[in-house]
Every structure is written in structure tokens, then in C-alpha cells.
């Protein structure tokens, strides 16, 4: 019985069929040889029928020839401006479209576009909201506010002097990072599809066509907030089935904070609490705004419409969606505990990067003039 070699050359199997042609096999056995040892894909019947007449014919070489046909002249500077004219005026346009309009070959337009032009097709970046001239106006307001907070509580004029961390990050060493607690809330399903790029697989020509059968999110969810700081989380809580959030609910988890507070940070609670979320309609309720006034806690700026500026969903949630992607959980229960030993397992390092990198945020969304900051946690996620 012949052992399957699962890594070979185009070379190497023609060399064997001139070997066996050379022999007298017929080029039926041939073929047949060939599927067993290298498998279906190696060579076709057809082509086994061809290199046997070409060897028939005297061939000797088993490389391939040079393909005939007139040069090529259509890559030159007068197409190429045509081309880059036709792209500027409308970048959406495809290859075929443009081969049609200047009557030119696919393959030349593809040559001038990619290889000439250095032109490259991507998708369009999402964004939360489509920011007016207002909203962009009070994200630079707001974040040199709190860039020069950080400036006083250093005593130093220049945020280049907080210092700077592994990745390009600040690093701030001031009162009100030691005091600042984040916080959000998130969806979770029991069963999150992995993202077809995580599937990617490498894969030899030889080797069979993997598959990916298309999975919808689970109906059933579970929402959870999560409030942490530079040291880790603090609370993980989980709404009950049939509740929604409201400003008597996130009181509630306000009461659950402070009381985690106390036992996990010792001195937190005296020294005075910095809280930071976003602008949801729970967290900025008279209720809300009147149990955090009774307790002192201080609420941290934060524009509208910009989850690019809190750390839980720009730092937190997507590496945490990323690692639940691909499993699928049989009860809440299972999924609830695999939030919390995911989050306890979690380094402190990543949750000080998080904090820390809310300066250069800041920094780089005044360089933008209020435009949103890129996301930034898919090329991070080996920190995790």
C-alpha cells in the first residue's frame, strides 16, 4: 500500500509521470498512481494525458513554458493616467469597470492599480455616530480639560513629561488615576460566532478546503457591567432575567460598588472616589447624579458619543467578545463563570495599560480636532 505524500512540488509529480511514462505505463495507470501517492488535486486525468504527449514528443523540460502571445503595451504612462483619473473620480469603482471603460485588459488595469498606482481597496471605518462641528468642539474641550488636570496633579506644564510606556502609551502617576474607576455595560451571549478572520487556518496546496458554516449570535444574553481600575476589576455585575436597566437599578449597582470598594480597596472610599462612564440616560439621571452627590464621588468629564474615549469599550469589551467568540455555553450560569475567571485571570498589567492609555487618547483626539480615535484593542490583543 503506498504512503500518501502530503507535501510535493508541480515539479516533483511531472518528474514522476516522465519516470513512469519513460517506463511504458500507460498514462490511465499513471493517473492512477498519482491520486493514490499525492492525492486527487496533484494532477488531473487530462493533464497526466498531456505531459505524456509532450514527453512522447520529445519534451524535456518540466517547467512551464513561456506563455506566447503579443507584448504587453498597455501598461504605459498614458493608460496609467487614465486609470488613476477614472479612481479619483469615483474610488468605488472596480477593476472590471475600468478594463470596460478603457478598453483594456483586467489583468493590465490590475497591474497599473496595484503594482503602478499602489492603490488598495478597504472598507469604510465605523463609527458610532456621524460627530457635528459641536460635538467634535466639546471632545477637544473635554479632553484638554482633563489633560491638564493630570498636568497639575504632576506638577509639570508639558503632558510629554508623564512619561511614556511600552506601546507609545502615558504613563500617569497622579491622584486622579489612583482614585479613577471605569465602568460599562455589555451584551454577552451564550453563543458568539468567532469572526472569520479568527478561523483562518494555514493551508498547503495539497491540503483539503477547510469550512465554515455560517452560526447566528444566540438569542439568549446576558447584559453585564463591569467596573474596574488600574489594579483590576472591582465588580462584575449581572442584570437579572426580566429587569432593564434604569436609574433605580444602577443605584443599586452603585450600592454593590461602594460596598466592593470597601473590601477591595482599602482607603478608596475616603480618600475620594473618581468615577468614570459614559452619558446613558441610567448614569446621568437626577436619581443617579443625587446618590453619587450624597456620597461625594466625582464624576470624570465625558463627551457624547464617544466610546473611543472609555476605556471599558475601547480596552475591555473587545478583547473580552474576541475570547468568548467560537464558544458556545449551555446555561448563564456557565457563561457567567467563564466572565469572571476570564477577568480574574487577566494580567494587572492590562488593566493599567487601559487607564494609562487614556492620556495619549485624550492627546490624540485634540490632534484630531474632535474626529473619533482609532480602535485600537484587535492589534493588541497578544497583551491579553
Known sequence: MAIPIKEWSKLEVRAVVRFLFSKGTKPSEIHKQIAETYGEGAMSRSRVYQWCTWFGEGRTSLGDEPKSGRPKTSTNEENTTRVDELIRCDRRMKIREIALKLEIPKSTVHEIVHDTLGYRKVS??????????DHKLQRVE????????????NGDEDTTHIGVGPGGDFQANNNLFDNLITGGETWVHLNTPETKRD??????????????????RSA?????????????????????????????????????LKEAIRRKR????????????????????????QWLQRYG????????????????????????????????????????????????????????????????????????HGDYVEKWWKSELQSV
Not at 142 to 153: F, G, N, T
Not at 201 to 214: A, E
Not at 266 to 289: C, F, I, K, M
Open 266 to 289: 482599602p482607603g478608596l472610599l475616603r480618600r475620594g472616589v473618581v468615577l468614570q462612564h459614559d452619558n446613558a440616560t441610567p448614569h446621568s439621571a437626577n436619581l443617579t447624579q
Open 142 to 153: 473635554i479632553s484638554q480639560r482633563l489633560l491638564q488636570r493630570c498636568q497639575q496633579d
Open 220 to 256: 439568549a444574553k446576558v447584559m453585564a457591567t463591569v467596573f474596574w481600575d488600574a489594579k483590576g476589576v472591582i465588580l462584575l455585575d449581572i442584570l437579572p432575567q426580566g429587569q432593564c436597566i434604569n436609574a433605580a437599578r444602577y443605584c443599586s449597582t452603585l450600592d454593590r
Open 297 to 368: 464621588w466625582e464624576i470624570l468629564p465625558h463627551p457624547a458619543h464617544s466610546p473611543d474615549l472609555a476605556p471599558s469599550d475601547f480596552h475591555l469589551f473587545g478583547p473580552l467578545k474576541h475570547h468568548l467568540g467560537g464558544i458556545a455555553f449551555e446555561t448563564k450560569d456557565d457563561l457567567i463563570s467563564e466572565l469572571r475567571n476570564w477577568f480574574d485571570n487577566l494580567d494587572v498589567d492590562f488593566f493599567r495599560m487601559g487607564i494609562n492609555s487614556l492620556l495619549s487618547r485624550w492627546q490624540k483626539c485634540i490632534d484630531l
Open 199 to 216: 478561523s483562518m487556518t494555514w493551508k498547503h496546496p495539497s491540503s483539503p478546503v477547510t469550512k465554515k458554516f455560517k452560526v447566528q
Open 124 to 133: 469604510a471605518r465605523w463609527v458610532p455616530k456621524m460627530l457635528t462641528e
